[in-house]
């Protein structure tokens, strides 16, 4: 399956080593910049909603099964390292600029320009 | 972004239009299916954990922007028709055999055969 950005992440951290671990345990703001032709998704996102960004790790191992001596699979953690490294991040939307796609959110753990995929409304 | 499936959705739902709209809200218990060489990320996956299925929506139209006659974008939903129809459900992991591959889970809104990209733990 194909996938293709939809924008990228606009954050602080310049390499996946520098983010946090999980973004929801962490304060950091930062942004999605939506690509022009996908910003018509983005109508009626409203600024304190929360959302769930779906992103690509780009750098993160894909040959990576299991974990801590191969005691843990892949698949009981959130660590990037898995064959498809596709991320959901849970974030507060802080303000959205339909027109520039820009969004505002805070909970971030992207590295600076990790590929965006989807954007979601998170279920509570 | 190339994505490969590591298993697939074995449900009693035909096509997409007879699953249900969001996993959360049903009931209904199915099969994922893990191919061989990926079972090793399941070690240590244990029956009750809440695991998220990441799929893929095969059959999804992926140039839809807007719905509701234009008023909600497609990332304010989660609807499948999306540029990406990386879709995300939180299930309850009712058994696990890992030798097998085989996963029964609970609360399931994937159409039989739908392509599985990741399993990782829910966060509460």
């Not at 671990?21 to 996908?38: D, I, K």
């Not at 191992?61 to 001596?69: C, S, T």
Request: some cysteine; aromatic content about 8%.
């Amino acid at each position: 399956m194909y996938a293709t950005p939809i924008g990228y992440a606009d954050t602080r951290f310049e390499t996946a080593a520098d983010a946090p671990r999980q973004g929801v345990e962490t304060p950091y703001a930062a942004n999605v910049q939506v690509y022009e032709s996908f910003r018509g998704g983005l109508v009626g996102l409203e600024p304190d909603d929360r959302v769930v960004v779906v992103w690509w790790a780009d750098d993160a191992d894909r040959d990576v099964l299991a974990v801590r001596d191969g005691d843990r699979g892949v698949f009981t953690t959130r660590s990037p390292a898995r064959p498809n490294p596709v991320c959901i991040t849970p974030c507060e939307l802080l303000a959205v600029d339909a027109a520039d796609g820009t969004l505002a959110i805070r909970g971030v753990d992207m590295a600076h320009g990790s590929p965006v995929l989807d954007l979601k409304p998170a279920l509570d």
